[in-house]
């Protein structure tokens, strides 16, 4: 074992008194000279060492399998560089289709009307879990959301900012109380002349029945959905 240490050690030392030396040809000559010496030692181990011989081989081959391995990962990768890693959830426990449109006045600053808001219910869902800021909100047990789909289409010739849940309160088991979306895009900006679409959602009991949505203006009339999720 002495004389593999002597003869892995002896190149690094012999190289560094070369680049000492005078003449470049005498530099070249012993370096050769020397790498005879030390292929000759080589031989001779491993020779007398054939279980070093052996190791010798198993670690080239797993060397040159590892790479093999890297590199028809790497490829298959690079054929393949699109990986839908897009954020999924499950279906709705329960659905029902509403569709149904309502029209609210657009105020300038002075509070005259210069345009029309229409304002649509499109679905209403029972989600156990849903995307909120493009990740998965998933609800705790024995609640789930309450989810409102809503289409928002401005006709005016300027964006508008809407405050969408001012328009929904939800009453829950024909309670008194009216509540307020509790998850929301609000205000959403409306371009011009467009379409946006967006949600309005409250988390509620399981055990809720008898869920109704009141649409309309803060101060104006209200109109009342009832809801009949299957």
Known sequence: MKQFISLMQTPFVLLSTDYNSATSGNSSSR????????????QRFFKNSPKALLILVVIIVLALTFFLIKGFVDGTSHNNPLTDDRVEISKPLAKQDINKTFDF?????K????????????????????????????SVKGRVFLVVNIKITNNYTQAVAVNSRDYLRFIINNSSEKL????????????????KYTRLALPINETDKNITLQIGEILGEKEMIKLNLK
Request: net charge positive; aromatic share 8%.
């Open 105 to 109: 006045p657009l105020k300038d600053a």
């Open 31 to 42: 370096f050769i000279s020397y790498f005879q010496i030390n292929f000759k030692r080589m």
């Open 180 to 195: 307020a979306a509790d998850i929301h895009n609000d205000p959403v900006d409306v371009q011009a002349i467009s379409t």
């Open 111 to 138: 509070g005259k009307e210069v345009s029309k808001l229409s304002w649509t219910i499109q679905t209403v869902e029972l989600r156990n879990e849903i995307i909120v800021k493009g990740q998965r909100a998933r």
